[in-house]
């Protein structure tokens, strides 16, 4: 269950122009950009930086034959700068962030995907306190329907609120099959069998919450662009509308503000090559820019 690394040639091709000596792997994951990264660019030095004990363990088996040309950190990237500062760099040439889950945290008894049946947890980082079930169990109509609504732009929001509700009743929602089973249930039986399941959208608006996904998103993204030096460039790889909305947005308002150059006028997608390699790609976006 090895990690696909995204769009990663496109990847290379624009680190593959970087001067500098620092690049940061604000998502180091399993370390599948990190290596490739590594080994295409032989003389940075990478920070890799994820909020998962798991990931960092994986990533560091992955990359222990590139010795000390890394330094691996577990954080959230909201703190890149204090992370990156910490080492003593002051600027870096390249930051990427590839957002989301990897495949092997979905696969793994994390509470991520309701094709699996385990506890309600989503929390990307184990030593966070709040997890789904918290958020499930606890948090109030409308505040589900809220949350349900804006993180996972789900027309039936409130029906799947209220049908929680209805089920916390009898008993707490423990699994991920129940809570999927509940949505599932709301749907029109016509709209149940098509291409997404219907808890798709309920199970991406609570991992938001749970982990507060787009506010770090924001902070992080905005805090790399002030840690890039001049002819730095800063990559992120988003999966749906809501992340890619934001690093658009950012990189508007940091263009209008003359910090940035926009390098991708429209998002790069994955060719036929790489959605046939493969294909949970088929919704990433990579969006670059250069500090000016
Ligand atoms: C899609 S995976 C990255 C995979 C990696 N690029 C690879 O090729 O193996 C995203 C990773 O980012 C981490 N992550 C997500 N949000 C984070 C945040 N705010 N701070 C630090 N790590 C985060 C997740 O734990 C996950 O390991």
Not at 49 to 65: N, R, T, V
């Amino acid at each position: 269950m090895e990690h696909y690394p995204v769009l990663y040639r496109e990847v290379l091709d624009f680190f593959k122009k970087i001067k500098g000596k620092h690049i940061v792997d604000a998502t180091v994951g399993g370390g599948g950009h990190a290596f490739l990264l590594l080994k295409n660019l032989p003389d940075t030095f990478l920070i890799g930086i994820d909020k998962d004990d798991f990931a960092l363990k994986k990533a560091e088996e992955k990359l222990s034959i590139f010795k000390n040309r890394y330094k691996l950190v577990k954080g959230s990237f909201k703190d890149i700068d204090l992370i990156v500062r910490s080492l003593n760099i002051n600027y870096v040439s390249g930051i990427l962030f590839d957002l989301g889950v990897s495949t092997f945290q979905l696969k793994m008894e994390r509470g991520f995907s309701f094709m699996r049946d385990d506890p309600l947890d989503m929390r990307m980082d184990r030593s966070q306190k709040k997890t789904a079930f918290d958020v499930v169990n606890s948090y109030t109509k409308p505040e589900l329907a809220k949350i349900i609504k804006e993180y996972g732009e789900e027309k039936f929001a409130k029906k799947i609120a209220s049908a929680i509700i209805e089920a916390r009743k009898k008993k707490r929602i423990e699994t991920t099959k129940e809570l999927a089973q509940i949505v599932y249930n709301v749907y029109p039986p016509a709209l149940r069998r098509g291409r997404i399941h219907p808890a798709t959208k309920t199970f991406q608006a609570i991992r938001i919450e749970v982990n507060n996904e787009l506010e770090e998103i924001k902070e992080g993204v905005n805090k790399g662009i002030d840690l890039l030096e001049k002819g730095g460039i800063i990559a992120v790889i988003s999966f749906h509308s809501l992340e890619d909305r934001i690093v658009k947005n950012i990189y508007r308002e940091r263009k209008k503000l003359k910090d940035i150059e926009i390098l991708t006028k429209k998002p790069i997608t994955p060719g036929t090559e790489e959605l046939k390699e493969n294909p949970p790609s088929r919704s990433a976006k990579l969006r670059v820019a250069k500090r000016i």
